[in-house]
């Protein structure tokens, strides 16, 4: 366990582990769906960005672990949660919602996080996760001309 990142109220720490257990879990059915959502692209320009994003959760995945690690000293396992939605269009829709929700949770948690570098990690998180859900908007609209 690294000294650093043990904030000194238990109770947030606890919040804080538990916080991060539905972040490394959303992140991982991201890293899933978006495979699923870049097989049913429409065109190459949108495959690839969309192939670009599932780069960044991944990275946000391994993030999101190692901190977890370093406060817990135990590695957590997420399973998937969530069914992919079927069709283009419905993956989109559900990847926008994802994303700004994501966008509120980590922003809150990034709040609640007493340790600057926890801040920042989530705060930072947060900005992709609002530029993903703007890069699917647009391919949403896109779609519906
Ligand atoms: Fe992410
Ligand atoms: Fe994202």
Not at 36 to 44: P, S
Not at 98 to 103: P, R, Y
Request: hydrophobic fraction near 30%; include cysteine.
């Amino acid at each position: 366990m690294m000294e650093g990142f043990r904030p000194a109220d238990p109770g947030m720490n606890g919040q804080l582990i538990e916080r991060l257990r539905t972040a490394i879990t959303g992140e991982y059915n991201a890293i899933h769906c978006y495979e699923v959502l870049m097989n049913q692209a429409r065109t190459d320009h949108e495959r690839r960005r969309i192939s670009e994003i599932r780069g960044d959760e991944m990275h946000h995945f391994q993030v999101f672990s190692s901190l977890y690690q370093q406060m817990t000293g135990e590695t957590y396992q997420p399973q998937q949660t969530e069914a992919c939605p079927n069709t283009y269009m419905e993956g989109l829709r559900h990847a926008i919602e994802d994303e700004q929700n994501t966008v509120d949770f980590y922003m809150e948690t990034g709040d609640m996080a007493t340790n600057e570098q926890i801040k920042s990690i989530f705060y930072r998180i947060a900005k992709d996760e609002q530029n993903h859900a703007v890069w699917f908007l647009y391919f949403y609209a896109l779609s519906r001309r």
